[in-house]
Protein backbone atom coordinates (compact mmCIF):
# COMPACT_ATOMS: atom_id res chain seq x y z
CA UNK A 1 0.00 0.00 0.00
CA UNK A 2 1.07 3.72 -0.95
CA UNK A 3 3.22 5.55 2.04
CA UNK A 4 1.26 8.94 2.63
CA UNK A 5 2.86 10.28 5.67
CA UNK A 6 5.91 12.74 4.21
CA UNK A 7 5.39 15.80 2.22
CA UNK A 8 8.17 16.92 -0.23
CA UNK A 9 10.12 18.80 2.13
CA UNK A 10 10.77 15.75 4.53
CA UNK A 11 11.64 14.22 0.61
CA UNK A 12 14.34 16.66 0.46
CA UNK A 13 15.58 16.75 3.72
CA UNK A 14 15.84 12.95 3.15
CA UNK A 15 18.31 13.12 0.36
CA UNK A 16 20.21 15.61 2.46
CA UNK A 17 20.30 12.88 5.32
CA UNK A 18 20.89 9.67 2.93
CA UNK A 19 23.89 12.18 1.01
CA UNK A 20 25.44 12.92 4.68
CA UNK A 21 25.53 9.05 5.63
CA UNK A 22 27.00 8.12 2.73
CA UNK A 23 29.82 10.75 2.33
CA UNK A 24 30.60 10.68 6.59
CA UNK A 25 29.00 8.13 8.00
CA UNK A 26 29.40 4.41 5.56
CA UNK A 27 33.05 4.60 5.00
CA UNK A 28 33.69 4.70 8.32
CA UNK A 29 31.36 3.30 10.64
CA UNK A 30 33.40 -0.21 10.74
CA UNK A 31 36.55 1.33 12.04
CA UNK A 32 33.74 3.58 14.53
CA UNK A 33 32.64 -0.39 15.51
CA UNK A 34 36.44 -1.25 16.44
CA UNK A 35 37.09 1.80 18.40
CA UNK A 36 33.59 1.53 20.36
CA UNK A 37 32.67 4.66 19.65
CA UNK A 38 31.81 7.97 16.89
CA UNK A 39 34.28 10.57 16.74
CA UNK A 40 32.53 14.54 18.03
CA UNK A 41 33.10 16.25 14.69
CA UNK A 42 30.36 13.58 13.15
CA UNK A 43 27.95 15.14 15.40
CA UNK A 44 29.22 18.65 14.01
CA UNK A 45 28.75 18.15 10.39
CA UNK A 46 25.77 16.80 11.34
CA UNK A 47 24.51 20.07 13.00
CA UNK A 48 25.82 21.90 10.25
CA UNK A 49 23.04 20.50 8.06
CA UNK A 50 20.26 21.18 10.20
CA UNK A 51 19.82 17.36 11.68
CA UNK A 52 19.44 18.39 15.06
CA UNK A 53 17.43 20.59 17.23
CA UNK A 54 14.21 20.47 15.18
CA UNK A 55 12.19 21.42 18.10
CA UNK A 56 14.88 24.22 19.29
CA UNK A 57 13.23 27.35 18.91
CA UNK A 58 15.51 29.19 15.99
CA UNK A 59 16.56 32.20 18.80
CA UNK A 60 18.63 29.25 19.83
CA UNK A 61 20.02 27.99 16.42
CA UNK A 62 17.40 24.90 15.74
CA UNK A 63 14.09 25.12 13.55
CA UNK A 64 11.40 25.95 15.86
CA UNK A 65 9.74 22.79 13.87
CA UNK A 66 7.43 20.48 16.10
CA UNK A 67 7.27 17.80 14.06
CA UNK A 68 8.04 14.57 14.20
CA UNK A 69 8.58 13.05 10.53
CA UNK A 70 11.75 15.36 10.62
CA UNK A 71 13.13 12.79 13.25
CA UNK A 72 11.90 9.72 11.82
CA UNK A 73 13.58 10.31 8.12
CA UNK A 74 17.12 10.75 10.07
CA UNK A 75 16.46 7.41 12.11
CA UNK A 76 14.87 5.27 9.22
CA UNK A 77 18.30 6.66 6.96
CA UNK A 78 20.72 5.30 10.03
CA UNK A 79 19.08 2.49 10.30
CA UNK A 80 18.98 1.64 6.27
CA UNK A 81 23.15 1.87 6.12
CA UNK A 82 22.73 0.06 9.69
CA UNK A 83 24.79 2.95 11.32
CA UNK A 84 23.40 2.05 15.29
CA UNK A 85 26.75 3.89 16.63
CA UNK A 86 24.90 7.07 16.00
CA UNK A 87 23.29 8.24 19.14
CA UNK A 88 21.31 11.18 17.01
CA UNK A 89 18.01 9.46 18.24
CA UNK A 90 18.71 9.96 21.54
CA UNK A 91 19.29 13.19 21.06
CA UNK A 92 17.27 14.52 18.75
CA UNK A 93 13.76 11.80 19.73
CA UNK A 94 14.57 11.82 23.38
CA UNK A 95 16.13 14.72 24.81
CA UNK A 96 14.74 17.63 22.69
CA UNK A 97 11.83 17.50 24.93
CA UNK A 98 13.64 17.53 28.05
CA UNK A 99 15.80 20.56 26.78
CA UNK A 100 13.26 22.40 24.76
CA UNK A 101 9.87 21.68 26.99
CA UNK A 102 11.01 21.83 30.80
CA UNK A 103 13.88 24.64 30.45
CA UNK A 104 13.50 28.35 31.58
CA UNK A 105 14.76 30.79 29.66
CA UNK A 106 18.88 31.02 31.03
CA UNK A 107 18.95 27.48 30.82
CA UNK A 108 18.07 27.71 27.29
CA UNK A 109 20.53 30.26 26.38
CA UNK A 110 23.42 27.97 27.82
CA UNK A 111 22.31 25.15 26.20
CA UNK A 112 20.62 24.63 23.03
CA UNK A 113 22.66 26.87 20.51
CA UNK A 114 25.40 23.63 21.24
CA UNK A 115 22.23 20.51 21.24
CA UNK A 116 20.79 22.16 17.71
CA UNK A 117 24.79 22.73 16.93
CA UNK A 118 25.59 19.54 17.60
CA UNK A 119 28.76 20.79 19.97
CA UNK A 120 26.83 19.87 23.33
CA UNK A 121 25.99 16.12 22.76
CA UNK A 122 23.44 15.04 25.55
CA UNK A 123 22.81 11.90 27.20
CA UNK A 124 19.81 10.87 30.48
CA UNK A 125 20.69 9.32 33.40
CA UNK A 126 17.82 6.94 34.48
CA UNK A 127 18.71 3.03 34.79
CA UNK A 128 20.80 2.07 36.91
CA UNK A 129 22.94 -1.70 38.31
CA UNK A 130 19.98 -2.14 40.84
CA UNK A 131 17.00 -0.05 39.54
CA UNK A 132 15.31 -0.55 35.14
CA UNK A 133 12.11 -0.47 34.35
CA UNK A 134 11.28 0.46 37.99
CA UNK A 135 12.58 4.49 38.01
CA UNK A 136 10.57 4.64 41.30
CA UNK A 137 13.68 2.24 42.89
CA UNK A 138 16.47 4.61 41.81
CA UNK A 139 19.13 5.23 44.50
CA UNK A 140 20.88 8.47 43.01
CA UNK A 141 20.25 10.93 45.76
CA UNK A 142 20.81 14.69 45.25
CA UNK A 143 20.46 17.17 48.73
CA UNK A 144 20.39 20.42 48.48
CA UNK A 145 22.90 22.98 50.29
CA UNK A 146 22.35 26.51 49.61
CA UNK A 147 22.43 27.30 45.86
CA UNK A 148 23.44 23.79 44.80
CA UNK A 149 22.99 19.69 45.14
CA UNK A 150 25.36 16.97 46.34
CA UNK A 151 24.55 14.39 44.13
CA UNK A 152 25.65 10.85 45.06
CA UNK A 153 25.23 7.83 43.02
CA UNK A 154 25.78 5.58 39.53
CA UNK A 155 24.19 5.46 36.35
CA UNK A 156 24.92 2.32 34.11
CA UNK A 157 23.49 1.36 30.37
CA UNK A 158 23.97 4.68 29.66
CA UNK A 159 23.92 6.05 25.90
CA UNK A 160 25.62 8.43 24.70
CA UNK A 161 27.79 7.99 28.33
CA UNK A 162 31.31 8.81 27.12
CA UNK A 163 30.94 11.74 24.38
CA UNK A 164 28.09 13.25 26.25
CA UNK A 165 28.46 17.01 27.36
CA UNK A 166 25.43 17.37 29.33
CA UNK A 167 22.73 14.41 31.31
CA UNK A 168 19.91 14.77 32.73
CA UNK A 169 20.52 12.56 35.99
CA UNK A 170 17.09 11.14 37.37
CA UNK A 171 17.64 11.24 41.51
CA UNK A 172 15.45 11.58 44.24
CA UNK A 173 15.55 14.64 45.92
CA UNK A 174 13.52 13.68 48.62
CA UNK A 175 13.62 9.91 49.07
CA UNK A 176 10.71 9.37 51.73
CA UNK A 177 8.43 10.91 48.68
CA UNK A 178 7.79 8.28 46.51
CA UNK A 179 7.28 9.26 42.85
CA UNK A 180 7.00 12.41 44.24
CA UNK A 181 10.31 13.05 45.82
CA UNK A 182 11.98 12.17 42.30
CA UNK A 183 14.01 15.27 40.41
CA UNK A 184 15.79 15.97 37.09
CA UNK A 185 18.74 17.43 37.18
CA UNK A 186 21.69 18.51 34.46
CA UNK A 187 25.06 17.33 34.99
CA UNK A 188 27.83 19.20 32.92
CA UNK A 189 31.26 17.62 31.61
CA UNK A 190 33.42 18.42 34.01
CA UNK A 191 31.78 18.77 37.05
CA UNK A 192 34.01 17.91 39.97
CA UNK A 193 33.21 14.12 40.94
CA UNK A 194 31.41 13.08 37.84
CA UNK A 195 33.25 10.19 36.06
CA UNK A 196 32.79 7.99 33.71
CA UNK A 197 33.09 4.54 34.14
CA UNK A 198 33.35 1.71 31.22
CA UNK A 199 32.71 2.31 27.64
CA UNK A 200 30.20 -0.89 28.18
CA UNK A 201 30.67 -4.31 25.79
CA UNK A 202 27.96 -4.93 24.32
CA UNK A 203 26.44 -7.74 21.96
CA UNK A 204 25.97 -5.48 19.53
CA UNK A 205 25.65 -2.23 18.55
CA UNK A 206 29.76 -1.96 18.53
CA UNK A 207 30.07 1.61 17.36
CA UNK A 208 27.54 3.04 20.12
CA UNK A 209 28.93 4.31 23.17
CA UNK A 210 27.41 2.91 26.07
CA UNK A 211 29.05 3.60 29.49
CA UNK A 212 28.74 4.04 33.30
CA UNK A 213 28.37 7.08 35.10
CA UNK A 214 29.13 7.60 38.98
CA UNK A 215 28.60 11.23 41.22
CA UNK A 216 30.81 11.22 44.11
CA UNK A 217 29.67 14.51 46.25
CA UNK A 218 29.16 16.42 42.71
CA UNK A 219 27.81 19.85 43.67
CA UNK A 220 25.43 20.76 40.75
CA UNK A 221 23.98 24.09 40.85
CA UNK A 222 20.08 24.39 41.99
CA UNK A 223 20.31 26.68 38.30
CA UNK A 224 20.38 23.50 36.35
CA UNK A 225 17.08 21.75 37.81
CA UNK A 226 14.99 20.80 35.01
CA UNK A 227 11.63 21.92 35.03
CA UNK A 228 11.44 24.92 37.66
CA UNK A 229 10.35 22.69 40.63
CA UNK A 230 11.48 19.60 42.55
CA UNK A 231 9.45 16.14 43.26
CA UNK A 232 8.47 16.78 39.18
CA UNK A 233 10.97 14.13 37.78
CA UNK A 234 8.89 11.12 37.70
CA UNK A 235 5.72 12.78 36.25
CA UNK A 236 8.46 14.54 33.67
CA UNK A 237 9.42 11.10 32.67
CA UNK A 238 6.25 9.68 32.59
CA UNK A 239 5.31 11.91 29.85
CA UNK A 240 8.20 11.71 27.54
CA UNK A 241 8.45 8.07 27.74
CA UNK A 242 5.50 7.61 24.38
CA UNK A 243 8.08 9.55 22.44
CA UNK A 244 11.05 7.62 23.33
CA UNK A 245 9.00 4.96 22.57
CA UNK A 246 7.64 5.65 19.54
CA UNK A 247 11.34 6.54 18.55
CA UNK A 248 12.17 2.89 18.97
CA UNK A 249 9.43 1.56 17.00
CA UNK A 250 10.71 3.69 14.39
CA UNK A 251 13.84 1.95 13.87
CA UNK A 252 12.38 -1.35 14.64
CA UNK A 253 10.20 -0.97 11.82
CA UNK A 254 13.22 0.39 9.46
CA UNK A 255 15.47 -2.54 10.37
CA UNK A 256 12.94 -4.92 9.36
CA UNK A 257 12.34 -3.40 6.12
CA UNK A 258 15.35 -3.11 5.54
CA UNK A 259 16.94 -6.93 6.37
CA UNK A 260 13.83 -8.52 4.27
CA UNK A 261 14.48 -6.62 1.22
CA UNK A 262 18.00 -7.49 1.65
CA UNK A 263 17.00 -11.03 2.06
CA UNK A 264 14.64 -10.98 -0.62
CA UNK A 265 17.14 -10.12 -2.66
CA UNK A 266 19.24 -12.67 -1.83
CA UNK A 267 16.47 -15.24 -2.03
CA UNK A 268 16.50 -14.52 -5.83
CA UNK A 269 20.09 -14.16 -6.52
CA UNK A 270 21.15 -17.47 -4.77
CA UNK A 271 20.76 -20.99 -5.76
CA UNK A 272 20.26 -24.50 -4.53
CA UNK A 273 19.53 -27.67 -6.13
CA UNK A 274 19.61 -25.82 -9.32
CA UNK A 275 16.92 -22.98 -8.74
CA UNK A 276 16.58 -20.06 -7.10
CA UNK A 277 15.93 -20.28 -2.84
CA UNK A 278 12.77 -18.16 -4.01
CA UNK A 279 11.16 -20.24 -6.00
CA UNK A 280 10.82 -22.86 -3.04
CA UNK A 281 7.44 -23.08 -1.48
CA UNK A 282 8.91 -22.43 2.29
CA UNK A 283 10.94 -19.77 0.94
CA UNK A 284 7.78 -17.83 -0.35
CA UNK A 285 5.52 -18.51 2.37
CA UNK A 286 8.15 -17.53 5.10
CA UNK A 287 8.94 -14.15 2.94
CA UNK A 288 4.96 -13.46 2.76
CA UNK A 289 3.88 -13.72 5.92
CA UNK A 290 7.05 -11.37 7.00
CA UNK A 291 6.12 -8.72 4.34
CA UNK A 292 2.70 -8.66 5.64
CA UNK A 293 3.56 -8.24 9.20
CA UNK A 294 6.24 -5.33 8.67
CA UNK A 295 3.67 -3.79 6.37
CA UNK A 296 1.36 -3.48 9.19
CA UNK A 297 3.29 -2.77 11.72
CA UNK A 298 4.58 0.43 9.03
CA UNK A 299 1.18 1.87 8.76
CA UNK A 300 0.19 1.49 12.67
CA UNK A 301 3.89 2.92 13.41
CA UNK A 302 2.97 5.86 10.52
CA UNK A 303 -0.25 6.95 12.48
CA UNK A 304 1.31 6.66 15.51
CA UNK A 305 3.67 9.41 14.38
CA UNK A 306 0.49 11.71 13.13
CA UNK A 307 -0.94 11.22 16.89
CA UNK A 308 2.49 12.76 18.54
CA UNK A 309 2.58 15.72 16.24
CA UNK A 310 -1.23 15.88 17.09
CA UNK A 311 -0.35 15.83 20.50
CA UNK A 312 -2.83 12.73 20.39
CA UNK A 313 -0.21 9.98 21.29
CA UNK A 314 -1.28 7.88 24.97
CA UNK A 315 1.36 5.72 26.96
CA UNK A 316 -0.99 2.87 25.56
CA UNK A 317 -0.74 3.43 22.36
CA UNK A 318 3.27 4.01 22.36
CA UNK A 319 3.52 0.90 24.30
CA UNK A 320 1.85 -1.19 22.11
CA UNK A 321 4.07 -0.01 19.09
CA UNK A 322 7.11 -0.41 21.17
CA UNK A 323 6.60 -3.92 22.01
CA UNK A 324 4.94 -5.60 18.72
CA UNK A 325 7.53 -3.80 16.46
CA UNK A 326 10.85 -4.55 18.20
CA UNK A 327 9.46 -8.58 18.45
CA UNK A 328 8.32 -8.41 15.01
CA UNK A 329 12.11 -6.63 14.29
CA UNK A 330 13.88 -9.58 16.14
CA UNK A 331 11.43 -12.37 14.63
CA UNK A 332 12.19 -10.90 10.91
CA UNK A 333 15.96 -10.80 11.46
CA UNK A 334 16.23 -14.04 12.80
CA UNK A 335 14.06 -15.64 9.89
CA UNK A 336 16.04 -13.87 7.51
CA UNK A 337 19.28 -14.94 8.86
CA UNK A 338 17.70 -18.46 8.29
CA UNK A 339 17.27 -17.71 4.91
CA UNK A 340 20.80 -16.68 4.69
CA UNK A 341 22.08 -20.13 5.89
CA UNK A 342 25.23 -20.11 6.42
CA UNK A 343 26.23 -16.80 5.13
CA UNK A 344 23.30 -15.24 7.64
CA UNK A 345 26.07 -15.63 10.64
CA UNK A 346 28.80 -13.92 8.95
CA UNK A 347 29.39 -10.66 9.85
CA UNK A 348 30.71 -9.38 6.22
CA UNK A 349 26.88 -9.74 5.54
CA UNK A 350 24.32 -7.02 7.05
CA UNK A 351 21.81 -9.00 8.11
CA UNK A 352 24.69 -11.00 11.12
CA UNK A 353 25.40 -7.62 11.99
CA UNK A 354 21.53 -6.37 11.88
CA UNK A 355 20.98 -9.73 14.28
CA UNK A 356 23.65 -8.43 16.94
CA UNK A 357 22.07 -5.26 17.01
CA UNK A 358 18.74 -5.60 17.38
CA UNK A 359 18.27 -7.76 20.21
CA UNK A 360 18.97 -5.37 22.43
CA UNK A 361 15.18 -3.49 21.02
CA UNK A 362 12.74 -5.39 23.15
CA UNK A 363 14.73 -4.28 26.59
CA UNK A 364 15.90 -0.59 26.53
CA UNK A 365 12.79 2.03 26.32
CA UNK A 366 10.98 -0.57 28.65
CA UNK A 367 10.87 -4.32 28.86
CA UNK A 368 8.38 -6.03 26.11
CA UNK A 369 7.18 -6.85 29.73
CA UNK A 370 6.79 -4.15 30.75
CA UNK A 371 5.00 -2.31 27.60
CA UNK A 372 2.34 -4.94 27.87
CA UNK A 373 1.59 -4.18 31.91
CA UNK A 374 1.04 -0.38 30.63
CA UNK A 375 -1.97 -2.00 28.28
CA UNK A 376 -3.00 -4.33 31.02
CA UNK A 377 -3.57 -1.86 33.23
CA UNK A 378 -5.72 0.25 31.03
CA UNK A 379 -8.35 -2.18 31.02
CA UNK A 380 -8.95 -1.11 35.03
CA UNK A 381 -8.76 -5.01 36.06
Known amino acids: MRRDLFDEEHDLFRETVREFMAREVVPHHAQWEKDGIVPRDVWKKAGELGMFGFSVPEEYGGSGISDFRYNMVIVEEIIRVGATGLGFG ?38 EPGAGSDLQGIRTTAVREGD ?175 WWTTELQNKVIDRCVQLHGGYGYMLEYPVAKAWLDSRVQTIYGGTTEIMKEIIGRSFGF
Not at 92 to 114: C, F, H, S
Not at 195 to 207: F, P
Open 148 to 322: HYVVNGQKTFITNGINSDLVVVVTKTDPSAGARGTSLLVVERGMEGFTRGRNLEKVGMHAQDTAELFFENVRVPVANLLGGEEGQGFFQLMNNLPQERLSIAVAAVAAAETVLEETIEYCRNRTAFGRSIGKFQNTRFLLAELATEVEIARHYVDKCVRALNAKELTAVDAAKAK
Open 90 to 127: LHNDIMAPYMVDLTNDEQKQRWLPGFASGELITAIGMT
